[in-house]
T-cell receptor, first 119, second 115 residues
Framework: GENVEQHPSTLSVQEGDSAVIKCTYS??????FPWYKQELGKRPQLIID?????GEKKDQRIAVTLNKTAKHFSLHITETQPEDSAVYFC??????????????????FGKGTHLIIQP | DGGITQSPKYLFRKEGQNVTLSCEQN?????MYWYRQDPGQGLRLIYY???????QKGDIAEGYSVSREKKESFPLTVTSAQKNPTAFYLC??????????????FGSGTRLTVV
């Protein structure tokens, strides 16, 4: 089944600087890669996602890049702000209906990165 | 306002007691999931259901049970066989097989504590 590794587990950056979180996946059949943000005590929320036919996607201050050959994808946050402080999870999916370690859509999650924005 | 509702928000369980966590969605999603979240361990899948009256074990199903009698509802029972149930439990739903259709929608979670 799919295995998703996420690094670092904790990331502290100065407000205004950029933050990068990296994930690797093992299943070459994976073709959908979402990122979720979870604020303390709240539900994870989808912030950006990318499909395997695209190398990069941007949405204002956040961007995701995908390297299919190396099987890794990254989340980039520029001009970080205090409200960016949260735990971020990456995930990978092959989009199949068969269970492959992550449920009906094959979503397997990384262990999360605690992003701390220092004022 | 479509979404997923989990209740209760906080739940306390005594040793040897079974408790049931509620998860209801009005998104018309066929697939529903239960995850357990522990510090530093990310999200681990307990059970999932692709369709009414069908469900499958996830990675850590031991000590848990589910039912899916209605499309909208996917309750999770934490049984006395679960030796370390203290955790944050998240329910999610999605449209199965339609990758990229917004991913998962999560509920707000239930924090279960053994007393």
């Amino acid at each position: 089944g799919e295995n998703v590794e996420q690094h670092p587990s904790t990331l502290s950056v100065q407000e205004g600087d950029s933050a990068v979180i990296k994930c690797t996946y093992s299943d070459s059949a994976s073709n959908y890669f979402p990122w979720y943000k979870q604020e303390l005590g709240k539900r994870p929320q989808l912030i950006i996602d990318i499909r395997s036919n695209v190398g990069e996607k941007k949405d204002q201050r956040i961007a995701v890049t995908l390297n299919k050959t190396a099987k890794h994808f990254s989340l980039h946050i520029t001009e970080t702000q205090p409200e960016d402080s949260a735990v971020y999870f990456c995930a990978a999916s092959s989009g199949t209906l068969m269970y492959s370690g992550g449920g009906a859509d094959g979503l397997t999650f990384g262990k999360g990165t605690h992003l701390i924005i220092q004022p | 306002d479509g979404g997923i509702t989990q209740s209760p928000k906080y739940l306390f369980r005594k040793e040897g007691q079974n408790v049931t966590l509620s998860c209801e969605q009005n998104l018309n999603h066929d697939a529903m999931y239960w995850y357990r979240q522990d510090p530093g361990q990310g999200l681990r899948l307990i059970y999932y259901s692709q369709i009414v009256n069908d469900f499958q074990k996830g990675d850590i199903a031991e000590g848990y049970s589910v039912s899916r009698e209605k499309k909208e509802s996917f309750p999770l029972t934490v049984t006395s066989a679960q030796k370390n149930p203290t955790a944050f439990y998240l329910c999610a739903s999605s449209i199965p097989g339609r990758q990229g259709a917004g991913g998962y929608t999560f509920g707000s979670g239930t924090r279960l504590t053994v007393v």
